[in-house]
């Protein structure tokens, strides 16, 4: 009788612990659930802002598409984006190209390293609180024709612009390195008129503050473009009366914080970095560059368009780069950089040269993935 009424109680006993064991858990997950909802800031302006941004992108006119541009063909301006409405006079913007492993068959988008890295960069400009900007200035991602609709929506989604402007036919100017044949595009972005200031940032920068001061930096006021006659060439097209373009040096690897060129931190204070730099959309402007890339060999195709850029604006010519204060970006950033207070690291977050600073970068891809899960899981 007694082995008899364990064996019949015993089932029940373990299905009530078995209940408990399941409730508690399911208490613990949604007090974690709740706790990143409310911990993590939701964005201050949600897809209503962006939207009516992209439907003036609908809006197509050539107008003011100067005549040298257009007699050029391919090397033409496609349209006149428009982004009126957007109530902002500075955006941020960074270039994103199609995957090569999604082109071999790799569907799946986290495999995108470059992709996931302008989705830890909408992030941090749009919505992490230490980092966003507090200005409501729009992030505008330009993007090839092989960037797939899903990786469009996604980064919609996260807040930012997508605007997919045709390849720049870059003439002559070919380089070796395959991931780097579409990033002539990046002069697209001097047809965005619209906008007095435009902050590039590459796609594989990470961000330590916000970057919105950077618009009062003394480097980005306009400046009157020479006329020296030895630095004029006649078979390039004219140059606009005035121009803004800043940006930083390339560094060495091995460098110390802040960078000075009594440390030798540069291996050549004059060359530029053309992942970090501030403009003036200028369609003039970029009529210029266009006719540099009809001119065989008036510059090394190797690293395209930041050679192209060296050239344009180098310092002996009359449109002079000039340079930005050294705390806002550091390109093979360490340890010291981040501690001193640099505000932005141009590093891959999946393979930094600094391998201790590993954590910090990666730590930045599950905090943005961890925000869109909470946020999409509610939007359901």
Sequence with gaps: MGMSSYRSSSPFSNRRTNRAYICLYVAITVVLFLGIFVYTPLPDRLDGHRDAIVEQLKDVTTDNIPVEVALKGNHGLHEFASFEGTGSKYAYATFLAGDSAAAAGDETMSHDKYFVATRILAYQLLHAPETRTGSNYPFVVLVTSEVSEAKRDRLRRDGAIVWEAPELDAGWVKTDVSTWQNVMSKLRLWELTQFERICFLDGDTILTKSLDDIFDDPAVAARGTDDMPEARLEDEAPLPDEYVFAGVPEGHVSHHYPPTEEQHDWPNIDYLNAGFFVLQPSLELLNYYTSLTTLPDRFDPHLPEQNLLNYAHRRTGNMPWRQLDTKWNIHYPTVEDLTGGVASLHEKWWAPVST???????????????????RDAIAV
């Design 356 to 374: 201790d600073l590993a954590p910090f970068l990666q730590s930045w891809r599950w905090r943005m993935e961890g925000y869109w899960e909470a």
